[in-house]
């Protein structure tokens, strides 16, 4: 149990252009999603916090503009990076926690590279 | 701010040896929460403790959380090749949100 799924595993872009990325949990109401940014050798950072209905509360820092967050079900979030430059090429994940629950349980991760 | 202090860093041991992960905090969490994570994979959760004192154990994994609920412990007995990764803790506060650890990088020379 507890399965949640990301898509793409990877993608290249040219620089300017958006790209999407999709989390769901495949075997549980998630009640809260979060995306988080790795960088290489590093702990998690989290990004944003959605909750299925609402707007996404972001990290200090983290531009709501450029990462454009929708969470319009309870087993599907998207994180949208829009006009992506090279700096944004990072690993990103998500994570989804059901209700009542600390644990959160991840994705497998999206490798972007931005040319 | 809430901090949640992993040790060691980074962690190069054989084949056959014992080590310890130790996650401290001046804060009481409602759980606590292990993770290991491959390269270029998502965190795969091991274990989650939430009583304090508690003690789990996943084959030569034993888990323990403080009895104030500010710190926990990883010990992995005779470790294997197979236990190469970074290790993760990550302390629940009870708003659904998670603080989390520097993690540990180990790995397990043959």
């Known amino acids: 149990g507890a399965v949640v799924s990301q898509h793409p595993s990877r993608v290249i872009c040219k620089s300017g252009t958006s790209v999407k990325i999709e989390c769901r949990s495949l075997?549980?109401?998630?009640?809260?999603m979060f995306w988080y940014r790795q960088f290489p050798k590093q702990s998690l950072m989290l990004m944003a916090t959605?909750?299925?209905?609402?707007?996404?509360?972001?990290e200090q820092g983290v531009e709501k503009d450029k990462f454009l967050i929708n969470h319009a079900s309870l087993t599907l979030s998207t994180l949208t990076v829009t006009s992506a430059h090279p700096e944004d090429s990072s690993f990103y994940i998500c994570s989804a926690r059901s209700s009542g629950r600390d644990t959160q349980y991840f994705g497998p991760g999206t490798r972007l590279t931005v040319l | 701010t809430q901090l949640l202090e992993q040790s060691p860093q980074f962690l190069s041991i054989q084949e056959g040896e014992n080590l310890t992960v130790y996650c401290n905090s001046s804060?009481?969490?409602?759980?606590l929460q292990w993770y290991r994570q491959e390269p270029g994979e998502g965190p795969v959760l091991l274990v989650t403790v939430v009583t304090g004192g508690e003690v789990k154990k996943l084959k030569r994994l034993t888990f323990q959380f403080g009895d104030a609920r500010k710190d926990s412990s990883l010990h992995i007995t005779a470790a294997q090749p197979g236990d190469t990764g970074l290790y993760l803790c990550a302390g629940g506060m009870g708003n659904y949100q998670l603080i989390w650890g520097a993690g540990t990088k180990l790995i397990i020379k043959p």
């Open positions: 075997d549980f109401q998630a009640t809260t």
């Open positions: 959605s909750n299925e209905g609402s707007k996404a509360t972001y």
């Open positions: 804060s009481v969490f409602s759980s």
